[in-house]
């Protein structure tokens, strides 16, 4: 169910967030995640739209970034929340039970809060990132494996991740990898893509 590989846009990236998007699920990514923080909804939600019907040509699924009704106007099959998106469970009860719900975790202690109807969890930072200013202290492979190995859902890892990481986070019990810049910024942005999913078979 959790897909090996999330592509998550970054709107500061040389290419366009569609670009991205297409290239990343042409290169294997299972789900992309639009993850703007600041477009208007109606502009985030005209282009969830878009993606959907671009993507599921190409076995990709959307998944939204902190919009809880972008997420119910559009349909769209996945939702992913932060720590301060609000209480999980008034979300769960808001998007109904048929859509993936993600929760980022940034430390262990915040395991003891997830509660009933998150379907899996991004964590990190694993190492530092450029992509998320506000981001909490990097875990290292360590505490993203600490965190795994307690944790009663899936985890996504997230963070400064690259290829070369593939391999300690599989071995850490992680469910995949969530990137941002390591495909977004790439010359070959499905090639990238492609990369990230071959060293995480391989691994
Ligand atoms: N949450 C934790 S780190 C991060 C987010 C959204 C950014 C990941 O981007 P990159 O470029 O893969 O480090
Ligand atoms: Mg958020």
Not at 61 to 89: F, S, Y
Request: with cysteine.
């Amino acid at each position: 169910m959790i897909p090996p590989l999330c592509f998550i846009t970054d709107a500061h990236a040389p290419h366009d967030v569609i670009a991205q998007a297409l290239a990343a699920a042409r290169g294997g990514a299972g789900w992309v995640q639009l993850r703007d923080k600041t477009l208007p909804d109606a502009d985030f939600a005209a282009l969830a739209r878009r993606l959907m019907a671009e993507l599921a040509p190409l076995g990709a699924q959307l998944v939204i970034n902190d919009r809880v009704e972008v997420a119910r106007e559009t349909g769209a099959p996945g939702l992913h929340i932060g720590q301060g998106d609000g209480d999980p469970t008034a979300i769960r009860r808001r998007i109904g039970p048929g859509v993936v719900l993600g929760l980022s975790i940034e430390a262990e202690a915040q395991l003891a809060a997830v509660p009933e109807g998150v379907d899996y969890l991004g964590v990190g930072p694993v190492h530092a990132t450029g992509s998320k200013p506000d981001a909490a202290p990097p875990i290292g492979i360590a505490g993203f494996a600490a965190i795994a190995a307690r944790s009663p859902l899936p985890c996504l890892a997230i963070g400064g991740l690259t290829a070369r990481d593939a391999a300690a986070i599989k071995a850490a019990g992680g469910a995949g990898l969530a990137v941002i810049s390591a495909i977004s910024r790439a010359g070959d942005m499905a090639g990238a893509a492609r990369s990230l999913l071959t060293a995480w078979r391989d691994a």
